[in-house]
């Protein structure tokens, strides 16, 4: 396998040339009747489509969210793998939002769907849930450093039921969460030693204010942090200092809804997502300097 170039790295360069916004690809149904579409697969086709022809070529990343397309069974799946594709080719990179989380051997299973080369649902990162425990990770984590993509694993996320689980406190005193931070930490330890962003990220939600503090989560992974909850949610651009301090600068914002309900106008979808980059851009450049 000729591996790509480290996904941190083709990331960074991303984030630089294009700013550092997500926007997410979820065709709800509810979308689907908004923008004057069947829920079927015709819509979904005609939904993802526009969405990849409006924003492949300008945002530095497209999070196509997997349930939406499971949904429609094997004819939404062959949607899906047209989209990455279209969007890969078009010079966004793919983060396939589908929140694995398995045994190590079902886990190296999913892991070889997304982030194997000759797999039809080749991705540039995919989403994965570490609560089977870190290690039950490994064929993932072990598949992207071959292959030059990336893996998020969920830390703290944007949801209220999330703390029960990743605020509980371990034997050792640490939260569950900043255990989950500290082992991303140190999968990027030698990506970091050479000036490189790592290609391991953490999700953390926008949404979470001073909580992530409170989980007593040290956020810098040396790692792209994803955060989601922008829009929809709550949480806006001006929240990402407050929550991620001087991590802010590795930090993906996530918005799916708060773009997709200005389609299905190719133009007004363009023109949201400028807007939500340039406030992500405002918010960053006023919590001071970078660091690199
Ligand atoms: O991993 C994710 O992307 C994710 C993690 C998380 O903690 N919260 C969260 O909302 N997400 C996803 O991010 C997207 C948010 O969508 P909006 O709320 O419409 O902006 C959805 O696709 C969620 O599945």
């Given at each position: 396998?000729?591996?790509?170039?480290?996904?941190?790295?083709?990331?960074?360069?991303?984030?630089?040339?294009?700013?550092?916004?997500?926007?997410?690809?979820?065709?709800?149904?509810?979308?689907?009747?908004?923008?004057?579409?069947?829920?079927?697969?015709?819509?979904?086709?005609?939904?993802?489509?526009?969405?990849?022809?409006?924003?492949?070529?300008?945002?530095?990343?497209?999070?196509?969210?997997?349930?939406?397309?499971?949904?429609?069974?094997?004819?939404?799946?062959?949607?899906?793998?047209?989209?990455?594709?279209?969007?890969?080719?078009?010079?966004?990179?793919?983060?396939?939002?589908?929140?694995?989380?398995?045994?190590?051997?079902?886990?190296?299973?999913?892991?070889?769907?997304?982030?194997?080369?000759?797999?039809?649902?080749?991705?540039?990162?995919?989403?994965?849930?570490?609560?089977?425990?870190?290690?039950?990770?490994?064929?993932?984590?072990?598949?992207?450093?071959?292959?030059?993509?990336?893996?998020?694993?969920?830390?703290?996320?944007?949801?209220?039921?999330?703390?029960?689980?990743?605020?509980?406190?371990?034997?050792?005193?640490?939260?569950?969460?900043?255990?989950?931070?500290?082992?991303?930490?140190?999968?990027?330890?030698?990506?970091?030693?050479?000036?490189?962003?790592?290609?391991?990220?953490?999700?953390?939600?926008?949404?979470?204010?001073?909580?992530?503090?409170?989980?007593?989560?040290?956020?810098?992974?040396?790692?792209?942090?994803?955060?989601?909850?922008?829009?929809?949610?709550?949480?806006?651009?001006?929240?990402?200092?407050?929550?991620?301090?001087?991590?802010?600068?590795?930090?993906?914002?996530?918005?799916?809804?708060?773009?997709?309900?200005?389609?299905?106008?190719?133009?007004?979808?363009?023109?949201?997502?400028?807007?939500?980059?340039?406030?992500?851009?405002?918010?960053?450049?006023?919590?001071?300097?970078?660091a690199h």
């Open positions: 396998m000729t591996p790509l170039e480290p996904f941190g790295a083709r990331l960074r360069r991303a984030m630089d040339e294009r700013g550092p916004l997500c926007v997410g690809i979820d065709p709800h149904a509810s979308l689907l009747a908004d923008w004057g579409l069947s829920d079927d697969i015709a819509g979904l086709e005609r939904f993802t489509h526009t969405v990849v022809e409006a924003l492949a070529d300008r945002v530095a990343v497209l999070k196509p969210q997997s349930a939406f397309f499971e949904r429609f069974g094997s004819r939404g799946i062959a949607v899906l793998e047209r989209a990455v594709a279209d969007a890969r080719a078009a010079g966004a990179l793919v983060l396939m939002d589908a929140k694995r989380g398995d045994i190590g051997s079902t886990m190296a299973a999913y892991a070889a769907t997304y982030l194997a080369p000759s797999s039809p649902l080749f991705s540039d990162a995919v989403t994965v849930s570490p609560y089977l425990g870190y290690g039950s990770l490994r064929p993932a984590l072990d598949l992207a450093r071959e292959s030059g993509t990336g893996v998020f694993v969920l830390a703290l996320t944007s949801n209220p039921e999330g703390a029960e689980v990743q605020h509980a406190v371990r034997a050792d005193g640490a939260t569950v969460a900043a255990t989950m931070l500290d082992h991303l930490r140190a999968e990027n330890a030698a990506e970091a030693a050479a000036g490189a962003m790592g290609s391991y990220g953490a999700v953390v939600g926008a949404t979470l204010g001073g909580s992530a503090g409170a989980a007593g989560a040290e956020l810098s992974i040396d790692g792209p942090l994803l955060a989601p909850g922008i829009g929809a949610q709550g949480a806006t651009a001006a929240d990402l200092p407050k929550v991620f301090g001087a991590a802010v600068r590795d930090v993906v914002p996530n918005v799916s809804r708060g773009v997709l309900r200005h389609g299905p106008d190719v133009a007004a979808l363009r023109e949201s997502a400028a807007r939500f980059a340039g406030e992500v851009q405002e918010a960053v450049t006023a919590s001071g300097p970078a």
